[in-house]
């Protein structure tokens, strides 16, 4: 059977929060039964975009990562819950009875992804409903995958088959997989949140120029594992780092000696610049 998913590519988000306000438009001050109070005017955020600085100045990037509630197939949420207070639909859907969930704040803390709510007013917790409202009424698109402007967020109905294939296709990943969870929302370039870069900037001593073309490899356990070319300006990142390593930086240019070191990455590191010797 097909179900819904939501593909986010965070290379794509450019933090413009169209989805946020398309979020906010539909579900402030509107209620949707059985799925979903009025949302109050202020304090929640069903699509909720955390923001990342990588890097040190000035090799510094951000990284904007959209997060809806995840859909997940085994839901923590549902398990942690009182029973029949949260359930999942056939097409995937997770949703919080508005009814049923009445009176109990603990649901805020079953999601271990924290994108649960709390309504003061309606006395109920509240999420991402996966616009289930409209999917009834046909739509193809949530509102946030129908105004994003860079097309960071598609809405895919698929098979289990199908999903997988599109996970291969496109290496998406889901967040924080160690929880088991398995979530509906895949990201596309998730190491853009979840891992880290080394940068600098190489200079040619004997000409003071930038140090365009020189390669800057990484090598963990004498492994080499990434490696990059340095651009016009000299600069270059090696992304996709797992915190926490102990890598090697070998910087090397035809025609001058080469320059190593070691470095423990706890986070995007800018190493600066690397002046390279005839
Ligand atoms: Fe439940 Fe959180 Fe998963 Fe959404 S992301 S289904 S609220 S556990």
């Keep these: 059977m097909k179900k819904w998913n939501l593909v986010i590519d965070v290379d ?7 989805c946020f306000l398309a979020d906010k438009d539909e579900f402030t001050g509107n209620d949707f039964p059985p799925y979903s109070v009025a949302q109050p005017w202020s304090g929640h955020r069903w699509m909720n975009i955390m923001r990342k600085e990588r890097g040190q100045y000035p090799l510094v990037q951000v990284a904007y990562l959209p997060t809806p509630c995840l859909h997940c197939d085994d839901a923590p949420c549902i398990r942690d819950s009182p029973p029949g207070t949260i359930y999942k639909r056939a097409d995937g859907l997770v949703i919080i009875d508005p009814v049923k969930a009445e009176g109990h704040p603990e649901i805020v803390n079953t999601c271990p992804y924290e994108v649960i709510y ?7 917790a509240q999420k991402c409903t996966g616009c289930a409202h409209l999917i009834d009424d046909g739509w193809l698109n949530t509102r946030c995958s129908q105004v994003c402007p860079t097309e960071a967020i598609r809405l895919v109905l698929a098979d289990d088959a199908e999903m997988t294939s599109l996970v291969a296709a496109e290496g998406l990943e889901v967040l924080r997989p160690e929880l088991a969870a398995k979530p509906r929302v895949y990201y ?6 979840t891992k880290a870069f080394i940068a600098g900037s190489v200079v040619f001593s004997d000409t003071d120029e930038c140090g ?33 390593g102990e890598y090697t930086l070998t910087v090397a240019a035809a025609g001058y000696a080469s320059l190593s070191q070691t ?5 995007s590191l800018n190493v600066g610049r690397l002046v390279l010797q005839r």
């Design 12 to 18: 794509r988000c450019m933090d413009c929060n169209d």
């Design 118 to 124: 709390w309504n003061e007013e309606a006395r109920v």
């Design 188 to 193: 596309k370039n998730l190491h853009l949140w």
């Design 212 to 244: 365009e073309g020189a390669t800057a490899a990484v090598s963990l356990d004498g492994q080499k594992i990434g490696e990059t070319t340095a651009d016009n300006y000299g600069d270059f990142y090696v992304d996709g780092l797992e915190p926490g």
């Design 263 to 267: 470095l423990k990455l706890a986070q």
